[in-house]
């Protein structure tokens, strides 16, 4: 386990007989869900938007980025935008290419 609770990419566990003194080392690859994340650049002049995470987040709390979010089922590239937007920053965003 990660020490966030989840799954890791790899556990390992010791299986042994004490009469032979062997231990066999089995090792278990765990396929973590694929996620697919946006982030969004807010640019003016030089400078860019930064948002720290929560203490309490669970993957990286307290750490700094760019605002982003994880697409949820259906949701389009626009929709994921227009949520951080709304949910993370009290705007409304518009993407641009």
Not at 47 to 69: C, K, N, T
């Amino acid at each position: 386990m990660a020490s966030n609770g989840r799954p890791g990419l790899t556990s390992s566990a010791i299986c042994g007989n004490s009469a032979t003194g062997c231990a066999l080392l089995i090792r278990i690859n765990h396929m973590l869900p694929l996620k697919h994340s946006v982030a969004v650049m807010i640019v003016r002049r030089d400078q860019i938007l930064a948002v720290r995470r929560p203490e309490d987040d669970d993957e990286l709390p307290g750490i700094w980025g760019l605002p982003a979010a994880t697409l949820r089922g259906g949701e389009t590239v626009e929709d994921v935008i227009a949520r951080i937007g709304r949910d993370k920053l009290g705007v409304k965003l518009t993407p641009v290419r």
